[in-house]
């Protein structure tokens, strides 16, 4: 997962920042409490951005570098926001010796992001999995909850096409 600054600017609201504060000055002093205030970080912004990191950094009393090892070590919080449309291609063995490799290169491609990224507009996503579970279809792709399968990467243009609004 690339743990780079996002090209998606920062547009968190003062609502966003009072609700956060006030679940940092309600678990501050448990022990352990700094899983959950990160958890609901992300439940309010969707994911966790250096500018978030810092209030929870502040609000709770430890490091930046606490917070930063936190978020980037549990794979349930992302650094970057993710898109309308969520691409996941699957990685996994079955896949990978059928072509995914070279079909997420096309999706990087024509999105003009990396994996772990999302576009500026918001609209798509990309990620990479280790298994879709659809294995007798390799490679395969998937967008939310659609799956795309036995694909070559010159079939990338037209799936992206189906997500136009």
């Not at 996002?6 to 501050?28: H, M, N, W, Y």
């Not at 606490?66 to 990685?91: D, R, S």
Request: aromatic share 8%; net charge negative.
């Amino acid at each position: 997962m690339a743990n780079t600054i996002s090209a998606v600017p920062f547009q968190g609201t003062p609502e966003q920042e009072k609700q956060l504060r006030d679940k940092i000055a309600e678990l501050k002093n448990e022990g352990g409490a700094l899983m959950p205030v990160m958890q609901y970080a992300q439940e309010i912004y969707g994911y966790l951005p250096i500018e978030v990191q810092k209030i929870i950094a502040e609000g709770m009393d430890v490091p930046m570098e606490e917070v930063y090892g936190v978020a980037t070590f549990y794979a349930q919080f992302n650094l970057n926001p993710k898109g309308k449309y969520k691409i996941q291609t699957c990685l996994g063995t079955a896949c990978y010796v059928k072509g995914s490799g070279d079909l997420h290169a096309r999706l990087e491609k024509e999105l003009g992001i990396k994996s772990g990224e999302c576009t500026p507009d918001l609209k798509f996503s990309l990620d990479g999995c280790r298994c879709i579970g659809a294995c007798g279809l390799a490679p395969v792709i998937m967008i939310n909850s659609d799956v795309y399968g036995r694909l070559v990467p010159d079939d990338i243009p037209g799936i992206l096409a189906k997500y136009e609004d």
